[in-house]
């Protein structure tokens, strides 16, 4: 698939993506540091990065910020900025949207905090160009803020735009990396372009009562108005919402 890297950091998202035979089309980071290590890591050619190397470092961090070190990528720096049309087409929108709203280590301040109504820049952008997959990923504090109420914000936000969406929490240190990071990642299928499975833990994985130590705060959290659930992946359901008395498949 072409895909978008939107709050794109340094390219956690995009080098995974890569790695799984996708392609980058574009990006949006906001940030000027990160957005220079990632055009080092991701964008620029290796006789551009030759000729960065002879140049003293703060220099070199100027440099290549000039548009020719994109080589022809799609880039924006505040999502805010970005119309509709703006992006080239693309089937996924990878967006590890700010989480600083979210985590336990902030305030928790979610969508009061300007940094969390993000989220929504991009379910603006993808209402009108309808991309197949939604790609979203947060800190599990996100499941439980607010009682539920935002995360089931979140869910039906993409489910007014015509996704299925599932979800499931998991934790680095299953997975090859030295660290003990739980994150959740949600992903929406644009109408029945897909009911697959996606996720790597089966119901009957040894530990799957801990990697989804948040799955009776999600079922109860996101019985609020107008939302009730069929269960957070691979829990009963298959983590596909459902909305308004049918499924969303």
């Not at 698939?1 to 995009?14: K, S, T, W």
């Not at 600083?100 to 928790?108: D, E, L, M, P, Y």
């Not at 735009?161 to 979800?167: I, K, P, Q």
């Not at 705060?217 to 691979?234: D, M, S």
Request: glycine content about 12%; some cysteine; aromatic content about 10%.
């Amino acid at each position: 698939m072409r895909f978008i890297d939107f709050f794109a950091g340094v390219g956690g998202f995009r080098r995974g993506m890569e790695l799984a035979g996708h392609e980058c089309v574009g990006h949006c980071e906001i940030d000027k540091y990160a957005e220079a290590s990632y055009r080092s890591m991701h964008t620029i050619t290796e006789a551009q990065r030759s000729v960065l190397a002879t140049m003293p470092a703060q220099q070199r961090r100027s440099e290549i910020l000039k548009g020719e070190y994109l080589n022809g990528e799609w880039y924006a720096d505040d999502i805010r900025s970005v119309g509709h049309s703006d992006p080239p087409e693309a089937e996924c929108y990878c967006f590890g949207f700010p989480c600083q709203s979210f985590s336990i280590a902030g305030h928790r301040r979610g969508f009061e905090d300007t940094r969390g109504t993000l989220f929504f820049e991009v379910m603006r952008i993808a209402k009108e160009r309808q991309p197949k997959i939604l790609f979203a990923e947060n800190v599990t504090g996100l499941l439980n803020h607010d009682g539920g109420v935002t995360f089931g914000t979140i869910i039906n936000a993409m489910a007014d735009l015509g996704y299925a969406v599932e979800w499931q929490v998991l934790n680095s240190r299953y997975f090859g990396v030295p660290q003990n990071r739980e994150r959740v990642f949600i992903i929406g299928h644009l109408g029945n372009g897909s009911g697959r499975k996606v996720f790597p833990i089966a119901t009957d994985h040894p530990q799957i009562d801990e990697l989804q130590g948040q799955r009776d705060t999600v079922a109860n959290a996101l019985k609020v108005e107008g939302n009730n659930t069929c269960g957070i992946y691979p829990i009963s359901g298959g983590g596909i919402l459902k909305v308004n008395g049918y499924h969303r498949k």
